[in-house]
């Protein structure tokens, strides 16, 4: 969290029928040519508990 997803970039849904959109800036040391925006990760949230359980994930401790 402290490196790979440090930087994110929330949009919230414009109607309540599309999903919210995340935005993880990839650092450049850990960003591949597979990612589709260049050094952004992309994510699609569709509910609420979706987004809650995604960033439950991006905090979790790892070694």
């Known amino acids: 969290m402290d490196e790979i997803a440090a930087r994110r970039i929330y949009y919230r849904r414009p109607l309540p029928t599309l ?3 995340l935005l993880i ?3 450049p ?3 591949g040519e597979g990612l589709a925006l260049d050094r952004y990760y992309p994510a699609i949230l569709e ?3 979706e987004a809650h359980e995604f960033e ?3 905090f979790e401790r790892r070694a």
């Open 56 to 58: 439950a994930y991006l």
């Open 29 to 31: 040391r850990f960003a």
């Open 47 to 49: 509910t609420v508990a």
């Open 19 to 21: 999903p919210d959109i």
């Open 25 to 27: 800036d990839i650092p």
